[in-house]
Nanobody, 119 residues
Framework: EVKLVESGGGLVQAGGSLRLSCTAS????????IGWLRQAPGKAREAVSC????????YYSDSVKGRFTISRDNAKNTVYLQMNELKPEDTATYYC????????????RGKGTLVTVSP
């Protein structure tokens, strides 16, 4: 059974930083794409960042490029999202996700961790 458990969310002021972590189990961690989606209230789910296993590329949405950094530790089956220069519009529930390919439709997702950025 694929299991993804996120941690690290919370309340932060605009301009601050947070680091999200996701520990994975139940599948070959280094054999699939893994990344982060987010969904704000009333908005569609958005792919934020992803590490592709297919072509080893790294994806960032335009809205977070230059501020967020994704990384993985295969020895710990963990993926991280370092979020700097946070903005109120980054407020959302962040989900760790995995699938064969990166995208906002990644099928296997954790329960999410809430990030709230105050003005």
């Amino acid at each position: 059974e694929v299991k993804l458990v996120e941690s690290g969310g919370g309340l932060v002021q605009a301009g601050g930083s947070l680091r999200l972590s996701c520990t994975a189990s139940g599948f070959a961690f280094d054999g699939y794409a893994i990344g982060w989606l987010r969904q704000a209230p009333g908005k569609a789910r958005e792919a934020v960042s992803c590490l592709s296993n297919f072509d080893k590329s790294t994806y960032y949405s335009d809205s977070v490029k230059g501020r967020f950094t994704i990384s993985r530790d295969n020895a710990k089956n963990t993926v991280y999202l370092q979020m700097n220069e946070l903005k109120p519009e980054d407020t959302a529930t962040y989900y760790c996700a995995t699938d064969t390919f990166c995208g906002d439709g990644m099928r296997y997702r954790g329960k999410g961790t809430l990030v709230t950025v105050s003005p």
